[in-house]
């Protein structure tokens, strides 16, 4: 039982460490709201016409891929470190996680996710 008090106490932690920042700043913040401020801010330029534009579902559906074979590199890493040490097993495994990766890029290529227009 004394083991799960460290994970409490270390989930107790992490919750009130951002949570208090988060309130801090609300709390002690300074609240001088006025037309300069709420506006949108681009670059230097004033904007014209309306600020909110609505971006082409397509770059976040490629952002989400470039995300997803990232995170995959990082998963691969470790395993083509120590492939030499690994058994058959593990080699398999890491064969079909490679596979299934492959199969989900050709469907996004054909379905022409990969393209930026």
């Known amino acids: ?6 994970v409490a106490l ?3 932690v992490g919750l009130v460490i951002p949570i208090g920042a988060i309130a801090a700043g609300f709390i002690f913040g300074p609240k001088k709201p006025n037309p300069i401020k709420e506006s949108t801010y681009e670059c ?11 971006f082409k579902a397509q770059y976040y559906i490629f952002a989400l891929v470039f ?3 990232d995170v995959e590199a990082v998963f691969l890493f470790p395993w083509a470190v120590k492939l030499g040490q690994l058994g058959l097993y593990a080699v398999i495994e890491g064969i079909i996680f490679v ?13 022409g996710m990969l393209e930026w227009v």
């Open 1 to 6: 039982m004394n083991v799960w008090i460290y």
């Open 10 to 12: 270390f989930m107790v």
């Open 44 to 54: 230097g330029i004033e904007t014209v016409g309306d600020a909110w534009v609505q």
């Open 67 to 69: 995300l997803v074979f």
């Open 99 to 111: 596979s299934i990766l492959v199969v989900g890029l050709i469907y996004t290529w054909r379905k």
